[in-house]
């Protein structure tokens, strides 16, 4: 639930389903992509029905929503996923904080501009390295990437190193302070 209050409004049960299979769709070494994609389209679809009725309601429904549209295929899907992400702040999710700047990110470089937090990466298949996608480094600095709980330009250089020398792709996002 959102809050302690009796008559808060709860978060959406059926919306929470649909992103825990999001998630739970994206685990393991063997997906099929095929699949994956159609399944988002369909929780995409099912996501327009529950905004059109008001059934995204609390901070947690948007950071869902936002996390679903995020897995898009078009700006607009990114966009989506933007908007949803900084409503899901301003409702007071400090989980979508991270993802209001990796959905920027995303929705740039989907219209061809370059990232300016430093979240997306691409590459690291087969023997292609992976590398941070077009990134204006000038924008933002490392405190705001903070403020959005992004690590440092110099942490996700060390996130680079390790996925191309054999370690594991970590996070772009911050677990420390108030990110926690």
């Known amino acids: 639930m959102s809050s302690n209050s009796a008559s808060a409004v ?26 994956l994609t159609k399944d988002d389209e369909q929780r995409r679809n099912d996501l327009r029905q529950m905004l059109a009725a008001n059934k995204v309601r609390t901070g947690t429904d948007y950071y869902h929503a936002a996390m679903i549209f995020q897995h898009g295929q078009n700006p607009d899907e990114y966009l989506m996923a933007h908007v949803l992400a900084m409503d899901a702040v301003a409702l007071g999710s400090k989980e979508a904080r991270w993802l209001s700047a990796a959905t920027l990110d995303r929705y740039l470089l989907s219209i061809w501009q370059p ?8 590459g690291g298949y087969e023997t292609v390295p992976m590398t941070h996608d077009k990134m204006n480094s000038a924008i933002v600095s ?14 996700q250089d060390k996130v680079l190193e390790a996925a191309n020398h054999g370690g594991n792709f970590g996070s772009t996002q911050s677990k420390d302070g108030p990110c926690k």
């Open 10 to 35: 709860q978060d959406n049960a059926a919306l929470t389903e649909m992103y825990n299979v999001d998630q739970k769709a994206r685990e393991g070494d063997h997906i099929d992509w095929v699949k």
């Open 115 to 122: 990232q300016i937090f430093g979240t997306q990466f691409s």
């Open 142 to 155: 490392d405190a705001m990437r903070g403020a959005t709980c992004v690590v440092p330009s110099s942490q």
